[in-house]
């Protein structure tokens, strides 16, 4: 799994854990927060606007291709609410064997504060078989009160895993994993700022954004795994 930060490599290692992953658990799902038809965004004290753009690729298993389901997105404060943002349907996507992709542009409704983003949630079926995956991001940004932000550009490429590289998703269940991608393939992640890009794609697909000015506040690099202070607090010993 290659990691790229802008245009600068950065290869690391990727632990997945299906039941960590998988599960809906306690999260909160959310919707994004702008379609065409919305008329007006007003961010204020107690709500900002978080902009990204996210785009899908996959070269490996095309008879499967993968679909993202949802983005997990925690809040780094007392409650710990973990949200799950369903990204609608996409903005533009192909099904072609040698051009298989979904792109999608993402708008977040916050309340002011920090917030953890830990993952993609990727899906992909045919007839009876199911597999899933996971596109491991461990960033966090903080939203400031009362604004609207382009976090950047993240862009994934799934493909067949070589050698000893993290795997895509779990291995169990075996068939269903195996012939949907995840268990072979694995995630190229790459973040960049595309905010002249994405900005006009995302005024001329949601006019509400039109008399909003909107400022770059970039992810930090994307991790395989969470930084310490993400990790949640060991047990105490009895």
Known sequence: MQIHVRHRALVVGMAVSALAVFG??????RQMALTKETPAFAVGPEQSLALLAVKLTNVYKTGYQPHLKN???????????????????????SEAENDQYEEFLVSLALAPGKYSFSNLWIRASGGLVFGNGVVPINSSFEVPPGKAIYLGR???????????????GSVIPLIDQAVTGFSGGTFDVKLFDGYDH???????????LKPLKIEKQFLPPPRAKPPELLQPAAAPQQ
């Open 24 to 29: 809906s658990g306690c999260a909160t799902s």
């Open 71 to 93: 983005l997990r997105i925690s809040a780094l404060n007392e409650k710990g609410e973990e949200f799950a943002f369903d990204p609608g349907e996409p903005f533009r996507a």
């Open 154 to 168: 993240i862009e994934v490429l799934r493909r067949e895993r070589q050698g000893d590289e993290p795997r895509a």
């Open 198 to 208: 994405d900005l006009a794609l995302m005024t001329a697909a949601f006019p509400a």
